[in-house]
Nanobody, 121 residues
Framework: VQLQASGGGLVQPGGSLRLSCAASGFALNYYAIGWVRQAPGKEREAVSCVNIDDNTHYSDSVKGRFTIARDNPKNTLYLHMNSLKPEDTAVYYC????????????????WGQGTQVTVSS
């Protein structure tokens, strides 16, 4: 079982990135799956999540700028990030559990390697 995030990098403020999370060993469509970020010196934050019924959730800090999407045939999760800000700088991880409430609580059945996003001029 593996969750592998990719797509991070260095981007200027106001720029965009698309993160991908490829799942192997289990089917994403049977789980809620989301994106969690960790910045140095800050608490881990669940920024976005999509439930099994495709209802989506966003933290206030990213609402209106980030869009989460799940491609079940490809078993892949995406995070489209627009209007990036320096405070979005963090390592972004994908995580899966029975529902988004558990992911927001920091409970993960599956948790993958992260990808670094740096927003700086």
């Amino acid at each position: 079982v593996q969750l592998q995030a990719s797509g991070g990098g260095l981007v200027q403020p106001g720029g965009s990135l698309r993160l991908s999370c490829a799942a192997s060993g289990f089917a994403l469509n049977y789980y809620a799956i989301g994106w969690v970020r960790q910045a140095p010196g800050k608490e881990r934050e669940a920024v976005s999540c999509v439930n099994i019924d495709d209802n989506t959730h966003y933290s206030d800090s990213v609402k209106g700028r980030f869009t989460i999407a799940r491609d079940n045939p490809k078993n892949t999760l995406y995070l489209h990030m627009n209007s990036l800000k320096p405070e979005d700088t963090a390592v972004y991880y994908c995580a899966a559990d029975i529902n988004c409430t558990e992911i927001r609580r920091g409970h993960y059945t599956y948790w993958g390697q992260g990808t670094q996003v740096t927003v700086s001029s």
